[in-house]
């Protein structure tokens, strides 16, 4: 058992900066696959970023070159930097982690374990 808990988010002007936290408590040593999702009003959930236990990093088109995934040595904690931000990434973001093997990790039914999420606005 893993849970999730997001913090970082908030509300900026386009170009600006944000940086997302996820702490997870529990057997985190054991996590295979770590990503975040994010959810905009009226639209359906979508993978931006994944991280796996080997450190590679996937992207979402949308975001690459602007966001950034990474996480500590003991997968306590995993962190989405975003730069550039613009009005379109305006969407409650959520943190999402699981214990088996992810092909890509942007795909949600890859994650039983997910955070509360944390509201990212950006204002043009």
């Known amino acids: 058992q893993v849970q999730l808990v997001e913090s970082g988010g908030g509300s900026v002007q386009a170009g600006g900066s944000l940086r997302l936290s996820c702490a997870a408590f529990?057997?985190?040593?054991?996590?295979?696959?770590m990503g975040w999702f994010r959810q905009a009003p009226g639209k359906e959930r979508e993978g931006v970023a994944a991280?796996?236990?080997?450190?590679?990093?996937r992207y979402a088109d949308s975001v690459k070159g602007r966001f950034t995934i990474s996480q500590d040595n003991a997968k306590n904690n995993m962190y989405l930097q975003m730069n550039g931000l613009k009005p379109e990434d305006t969407a409650m973001y959520y943190c999402?982690?699981?214990?088996?093997?992810?092909?890509?990790?942007?795909?949600?039914?890859?994650?039983?374990?997910w955070g509360q999420g944390t509201p990212v606005t950006v204002s043009s």
């Open positions: 991280i796996t236990s080997d450190r590679s990093t």
């Open positions: 999402a982690a699981d214990f088996r093997y992810c092909r890509g990790g942007l795909e949600d039914y890859e994650y039983n374990y």
């Open positions: 529990g057997y985190t040593y054991s996590l295979t696959c």
